[in-house]
């Protein structure tokens, strides 16, 4: 090859480089043909989902779509997702538009270009955290819980749509007030609002619920995952959590007497909660700073076993808490052979907690056996690889890898597996037993050698 043709290769690849991170265009052909939004408001997750029909009126085939975030949920967006008609996910990423830079976007890539006078199904579904304002921010602990929800009445995108609906699911029927874009009307505890027609691109109306919403506002502020790998048949895992009780604050003093006799389970005080662990997990241990807490339940299911975890003490507004829970599984139902020499571990990165839980920041370290070699690790979605430690555990002289990964803002839809591959050795399961033969070796000769020697200062006389 001529070193003209290897210049004009470099230079192909370099523009083809720069017009693919090059930012993208509003394609105004495309349209929304039908909007229906639902706002699920039951929980202290905000949850959005749009079932929309897109249509192309222009003459040339479209192969991607944008998304665009309101500005006030930006820092909110734990989770985003879009399906097609067949209920298959379609690729999202992060993009820049052009004259547009200071609003967030993602490009999500059709399966198939959307032909001239065409149209598709999408489903698109977020999750907000820390989207619900409490208010009043201070309650007794006989008062009920009130908060305020701000959103948009129309569907926030950089596309004309011709029509849309929008329904609002609140956690009771007790609502103090709603914005009453006409049409609007209300039935127990859901609002409807539209059908609107013919919006324009980047509209924004806001909308306001206060209502009463009694659910468990517990999010956690730290959760450390510890993940050992042994290859003698068995995995530990240990999870270490802080929570707290992110909903009002509680105003005054706490009773006991009062807690005792309130028998209502819609109380938004925290009493217990549920957590999910594998079908297959033994020894399971619930703890905290001050020892072992009895006061948990465990329920064997078909496919899983529930855990059922009661605080020490109820958890109000404000209120913290911290414990540890930790149990084993076999190896053979995470951990797969491939090859010779080569093994895969396909195990959760985050785990279940609590129903509609939020977890702040996840750190998830994992501890690979002695003498692993080529790690390879393909995680379900984008985390932060910290720089690797090393851990020593019993007749461990040579010591073993530890990978920490960090992730924030958690949602259930974060539960996936993570893939780990790495190569070692079936051998090395005779370190540890040789290392401690040798060790009781010379423990032994020690032993021996001590009671044959002789350490008096005086010898015995010989009687005559």
Known sequence: MTITKMLNILLFLSLSALVSSSPL????????????????LTSHLVKLSTTLTLENTGTSPVSNYLISLEPGTIGNLSFISVKDALKEDLKVKPTKVSGHEDEVFYDVQLKQPLGASRTVLLNLEYVLTRALVPYPTEITQKDKQLVRYFGNHYFYTPYTTIKQTTTVTLASRNIESYTKLK???QSDSSISYGPYTNIAPFTIDVLNVHYENNSPFLTVTRLHRLIEISHWGNIAVEENIEIVHSGAKLKGPFSRYDFQRDTSSNHHSIKAYKTILPAAAYNIYYRDSNGNISTSTVRPRKDWIELELRPRFPLFGGWRSSYTIGYNVPSYQFLYRKGANTYVLAMRLLDHVYDDMHVEELE????LPVGVKNVKLNTPYKVEHLENGETHKYLDNLGRIVLK?????????????????????????????????????ILFIIVIIYVRLDFSI???????
Do not use: C, G, M
Request: overall charge negative; proline content about 3%.
């Open 25 to 40: 265009k509003i394609d105004q052909k495309l349209v929304n043909k039908n909007v229906e939004r639902s706002i699920d």
């Open 183 to 185: 049409p609007v009307s």
């Open 364 to 367: 998830t370290n994992i501890v």
């Open 405 to 441: 990964l960090r992730k924030s803002n958690l949602v259930e839809h974060h539960i996936q597996d993570l893939e780990l591959t790495y190569d070692w050795d079936t051998i090395t399961l005779l370190h540890e037993p040789l290392l401690l033969a040798v060790a009781l070796f």
């Open 458 to 464: 005086n010898k015995s006389e010989k009687k005559e």
